[in-house]
Structures are given as C-alpha cells and as structure tokens.
C-alpha cells in the first residue's frame, strides 16, 4: 500500500485492507504516511485508526480552515479556563 491512493474508491479499498496488515505493515504505513517512526508503544488498534485517518486526509483532504480554525479556538479556550466551550 505504499503508494499514493488516487481516488476515494482506492482509499476505500486501502482501509479495509488494513485490519488485515500485520504490526510491522502497519508501521510500515505509519512511516510512509507521517514521515517519521511510530512510538513503539502505541497499540495495534491506535495503529490502524490513525494510518486510517492519513489516508483519508491525504486523500480526500483536511479539516476546511474555518474548521481547524474554530477547534483551535476551542483548545486554546479549555486552556485557558479548563472548560469546553
């Protein structure tokens, strides 16, 4: 799976293969998809669902701007306060 997924088919395709991956082809993943090695304590599970959710991104794109921006605003008011919004 190590290549670019072209289109939300394929992406779907890739993501039910994953659970079928073993621990290091989910690494494997990882790498490919982060760019940087996967802690040796995430689990098998917290593996899957984040290499699932980069290639979604990657594939179908991020969070739109107003969004990523409101979440931010929302983080850095629990900081400040320690309450959600």
């Given amino acids: 799976m190590n290549r670019a997924i072209p289109d939300a088919t394929a992406c779907r395709e890739a993501l039910a293969?994953?659970?079928e991956l073993n621990l290091g082809e989910l690494r494997r993943e990882w790498r490919t998809l982060y760019k940087t090695e996967a802690s040796p304590h995430l689990s098998r599970e917290?593996?899957?669902?984040?290499?699932?959710?980069?290639m979604q991104e990657v594939t179908?794109?991020?969070l739109r701007p107003g969004r990523q921006?409101?979440?931010r605003q929302i983080a850095q008011q629990f900081k400040q306060t320690g309450q959600p919004t």
């Avoid at 917290?46 to 980069?54: S, T």
């Fill in 17 to 19: 293969r994953l659970p």
């Fill in 46 to 54: 917290l593996l899957v669902r984040a290499v699932a959710y980069r």
């Fill in 60 to 62: 179908l794109g991020g």
């Fill in 69 to 71: 921006r409101q979440l």
